[in-house]
């Protein structure tokens, strides 16, 4: 029997702990060809979409998590959480193949969850900046800017709070996704000051990488800054 890309995986609700099942695409089929400079990855296969699957959408109560969301909830949020989703929740699954539109929805459900349970920012701005990669697919430039500055914002704030400390996100990443992001939605004054502070630290950096990518987007606006004197 020929292997699909597919499989189903059973999930337990962090809200409401009912089960349900949520499709995930196996590992052997997913190829990154290459990425974005915010990082965006671009698969071999266009007809297996990973990024279609991180959200698990609870058909019972609609709470929408991923792995990285805690467990714990703080006092009056799970109510909150009843009021604002559950209650207005017309049961539906999201189990089956997703399209990019559907994929979208997951996003904003997620977004939404992870917004009334308090979630890491760092965790939000993650969310966010994938909502606005499936627009990018859509070629849906105004809604795509919408969720970069969100994810651009989330991101300054987990700086500002550490809240990504003790997770997969390094300091160079993080500096550079705030001022990749910045560039992208014309904000280039921030874009060049976090820009800056990835090379002032390319010394104690892990990732060199990251560093270069960083000093090809500064010179990018100094061309870019400098054609624009001429013009």
């Not at 209650?87 to 997703?98: A, D, G």
């Not at 795509?144 to 704030?157: D, H, S």
Request: hydrophobic share 30%.
């Amino acid at each position: 029997m020929e292997l699909t890309p597919y499989y189903q995986k059973d999930i337990e609700c962090l809200h409401c702990k009912q089960k349900f099942k949520t499709t995930k695409v196996r590992s052997k089929f997913i190829k990154v060809e290459s990425h974005h400079t915010d990082f965006q990855p671009i698969y071999e296969n266009k007809e297996i979409n990973p990024l279609l699957y991180n959200i698990f959408v609870c058909e019972h109560c609609g709470f929408s998590f991923t792995d990285d969301f805690t467990k714990y909830f703080a006092p009056g949020v799970k109510e909150i959480i009843q009021e604002q989703i559950s209650s207005n929740w017309v049961p539906r699954t999201y189990s089956n193949e997703r399209s990019i539109e559907e994929g979208i929805m997951t996003y904003k459900l997620g977004i939404l969850s992870g917004t009334l349970k308090k979630e890491k920012f760092v965790n939000m701005a993650g969310l966010a900046l994938r909502t606005a990669w499936l627009y990018r697919l859509q070629d849906k430039q105004e809604e795509e800017i919408r969720f970069l500055e969100m994810a651009r914002n989330r991101y300054a704030e987990s700086y500002s709070n550490d809240d990504y400390n003790g997770t997969q996100m390094s300091e160079s990443r993080m500096l550079y996704l705030i001022a990749e992001l910045s560039r992208k939605i014309g904000d280039i004054e921030y874009a060049t000051r976090y820009f800056s502070k990835v090379i002032e630290k390319q010394n104690s950096s892990l990732e060199p990488t990251i560093v270069e990518m960083a000093k090809d987007r500064w010179q990018e606006i100094r061309a870019q800054k400098e054609k624009e004197a001429i013009g």
